[in-house]
């Protein structure tokens, strides 16, 4: 069954030069008690994709579709259901620790807060609940480090504090915004432990651009590129079986295959090609590709790809 | 606003070595003493007059003199003291609660909140401070409570234009994003968060604004629109001086003296803290 379920989505941002195309018509099913990794290069739309399920786009966005959360469209609930949602069913586990944390707020008070907003604790059960999640996030002494400021946290410890409030409140549904950027490999194997761990009965949606991680954590992967899913598999038949050529490429970018790069470059996101995005890059690209754009076409149950080569 | 102790104390070892903010602090310091214990250190009444005793230079018995009136004139400065601070405390209080918190909401939201708010403090600013500071002190009763809210409706534009600035580039940030992403009321946001953020550069520019204030009301008080006689106001007492200046000009002296130090003090301390507190300033050690 799906927690979560999105169609249509589109995010454009209107400029000067044009309507910057982040996210455009994606389709996407969370299902319950899953983690889905969202994968794909800079500038794909990934982050755009996660800010957007709740509601955390800059107001001059423009944001269509349907986000189905237990019934309800969370793109057209009030601005209150909404505040609700956020950070108590649906938390947000955002990148860069480092910023995201308050320089002159306690750790403990702003773990503190969301729990007491959602969970109506008064203040001292609240730094209570804050300690405990510390002690969760395996932060050591953790109460003594509740009285402590960011400045005072090494970058693991503050991602530890990320998760921590990202969990504070026992969401439904979690989406990571790359919740491993800029931590080195040893610190980066215990946030993916620590992570595997608290969130093994939740929905998470994981946006990353390392496949490691992704490979590590999730259920079911999905290729972003130019502002679209073109490739969404389980993780074994991604890297085994990638059927779009994209996703080869990205594969073949890696160090361990060989470090060789897509040639060519992502399409500008306020023009993009008429046919398939990825056609003018691509080396088994025919009349097809060019003049259509091709839909997810299904390979295997659980693997679906954008692709017309792949159809048969 | 709690304060954070190491920060507290970080604040305070910077203090130290700077030499005019180590300098301001001890004349302020002085001076709050000096006005506190101001019944205990003084003399004589300052208010008390004794005609007999009128124009006296400075003696043993009067260290600085006697006014017109026979009054002690150290007995009426320590007294002064206790308005120019009150006066300086309250002025600065008020305007800059009123100055950040519209600063934080035109800040805040941007667009027609932030034109309308920032228009008002422009419409403010378009009035020589001291002649606005004037019209409304004459349209009031004299009196200290008249100076006080001339004072604040001069004063709060700078608390305003500080904290809108602090506040456009702070919400920008990441932690701004990641309480709203916790699903964090505006108002929250901006207390909470954006708030002890935008306390350092609000120090200084209290700081500074203390020294401006207690200047403000001595040339009120010496124009007459502040605290009538007796009450020993410096600005009042220069005034009262004025006729004596050639024979006895004690009387404009200090009282001059007096005001000169007090915002001395403020101005080193509000520099001082500029320069240490100041994130571009390497320290030199």
């Not at chain 1, 910057?20 to 889905?36: G, H, P, S, W």
């Not at chain 2, 304060?3 to 300098?23: D, E, P, Q, Y």
């Not at chain 2, 500074?208 to 502040?226: E, K, N, R, T, W």
């Not at chain 2, 001086?241 to 050639?246: A, H, K, L, W």
Request: hydrophobic share 45%; with cysteine.
């Amino acid at each position: 069954m799906s927690l979560v379920e999105i169609i249509g989505l589109s995010a454009h941002f209107p400029t000067h030069d044009g309507i910057v195309k982040a996210v455009d018509r994606i389709d996407l099913n969370i299902e319950d008690t899953e983690t889905l990794g969202l994968i794909g290069e800079t500038g794909s739309g990934k982050s755009v994709l996660g800010l957007s399920i709740t509601r955390l786009l800059p107001p001059t966005a423009i944001v269509e579709g349907k986000i189905i959360y237990k019934g309800r469209n969370l793109l057209t609930v009030s601005e209150d259901d909404i505040r609700k949602i956020r950070g108590g069913e649906i938390t947000n586990i955002l990148q860069n620790p480092t910023t995201s944390l308050n320089p002159v707020v306690k750790i403990g008070e702003q773990i503190a807060e969301a729990i007491r907003l959602h969970q109506g604790l008064n203040k001292k059960e609240a730094k209570e609940k804050a300690i405990e999640m510390l002690d969760a996030v395996k932060v050591p002494s953790p109460s003594k480090r509740a009285q402590q400021y960011p400045h005072e946290f090494s970058g693991g410890m503050k991602q530890r504090v990320m998760i921590a409030i990202g969990l504070a409140c026992d969401p439904f549904f979690i989406i990571a915004d790359e919740p491993t950027k800029g931590l080195d490999v040893t610190i980066k194997v215990q946030i993916v432990d620590l992570m595997k761990e608290m969130t093994e009965h939740k929905t998470m949606l994981l946006i990353t651009h390392d496949l490691g991680v992704a490979a590590a954590m999730c259920d079911r992967i999905a290729l972003m590129y130019a502002g679209e899913i073109v490739e969404c598999a389980t993780p074994l038949d991604l890297f085994e079986k990638p059927m779009h050529p994209y996703t080869r490429g990205f594969l073949n970018s890696l160090p361990h295959r060989g470090l060789t790069p897509i040639q060519g470059m992502s399409p500008s996101l306020i023009n993009y090609p008429d046919g398939c995005r990825f056609s003018p890059r691509c080396e088994y690209v025919n009349e097809e590709c060019i003049h259509h754009h091709p839909d997810m076409f299904r390979i295997e149950c659980e693997h679906f790809v954008r692709c017309f080569n792949a159809r048969s | 606003m709690k304060m954070n102790n190491s920060r507290f104390n970080n604040i305070v070892g910077h203090i130290k070595r700077s030499r005019s903010a180590t300098l301001g602090t001890i004349i302020i310091l002085l001076l709050i003493l000096a006005a506190i214990f101001a019944p205990i250190l003084a003399p004589y009444d300052p208010i008390e007059t004794n005609v007999e005793d009128r124009l006296m230079k400075p003696c043993i018995e009067h260290p600085l003199g006697t006014d017109h009136l026979g009054r002690d004139v150290y007995s009426r400065l320590l007294y002064g003291a206790r308005i120019s601070l009150t006066v300086g405390i309250v002025v600065v209080g008020i305007s800059a609660l009123i100055g950040v918190i519209l600063g934080i909401f035109a800040g805040f939201y941007g667009g027609l909140t932030d034109s309308t708010i920032m228009r008002l403090v422009d419409a403010f600013l378009t009035f020589p401070s001291v002649f606005l500071a004037i019209v409304i002190a004459g349209v009031l009763k004299p009196g200290l409570v008249s100076v006080i809210i001339a004072l604040i409706v001069v004063g709060w534009t700078k608390y305003s234009r500080v904290g809108r600035g602090s506040v456009l580039s702070l919400k920008e940030k990441e932690f701004v994003e990641s309480a709203r992403s916790l699903g964090v009321h505006d108002r929250y946001i901006m207390f909470r968060h954006i708030f002890p953020n935008i306390i350092t550069p609000i120090i200084i520019v209290a700081t500074l604004g203390m020294a401006d204030a207690i200047l403000s009301l001595a040339s009120l008080s010496f124009l007459g629109f502040g605290p009538q006689p007796p009450t020993p106001e410096w600005g009042a007492m220069l005034n009262a001086g004025r006729p004596f200046m050639q024979t006895d000009p004690h009387l404009m002296i200090f009282p001059g003296l007096a005001i000169m130090i007090l915002v001395l003090g403020f101005n080193l301390l509000g520099d001082g803290l500029r320069d240490i507190l100041d994130p571009k300033r390497e320290i030199i050690e």
